[in-house]
């Protein structure tokens, strides 16, 4: 499994279940969330990034979400992705291109999500 391959099935985890073990797995401590490139908000540490997901967070089987991976090396990698919402307040497709740099461990240490909602 790569770094990328690893990465998604953790944050798919944690999306899931909006556990903060899960949300842990998926983030190294020290890490920078980006929610969106221009935001004006930036979660440093996984104790800000664990508020800010959780505060942001996505109930189960409110989404799907298929992937693929565009480029990676062992630093890092562009995840493009398509987010569906059938249903409640974000309903419609949003397209995704998620940046990610990896420890040693394969967690990000810094995750950007370039997202943008398709026309209706």
Excluded: C
Excluded at 45 to 66: M, V
Excluded at 72 to 96: H, L, M, Q, W
Excluded at 108 to 113: K, M
């Amino acid at each position: 499994m790569t770094n990328a391959t690893d990465f998604v099935a953790r944050y798919l985890t944690a999306w899931t279940s909006n556990d903060p073990v899960d949300i842990a797995a998926v983030f190294a401590p020290e890490a920078v969330y980006h929610p969106r490139p221009n935001a004006s908000q930036i979660a440093s540490g996984i104790d800000e990034i664990t508020a800010f997901w959780l505060e942001e967070r996505d109930e189960p089987g409110t989404w799907e979400f298929e992937w693929t991976v565009v480029v990676e090396d062992a630093n890092a990698a562009a995840i493009r992705g398509v987010t569906s919402y059938p249903a409640g307040a974000k309903k419609g497709v949003y397209d995704n291109l998620w940046l990610v740099r990896f420890d040693t461990d394969g967690r990000a240490v810094e995750f950007t999500d370039w997202w943008i909602s398709r026309k209706k």
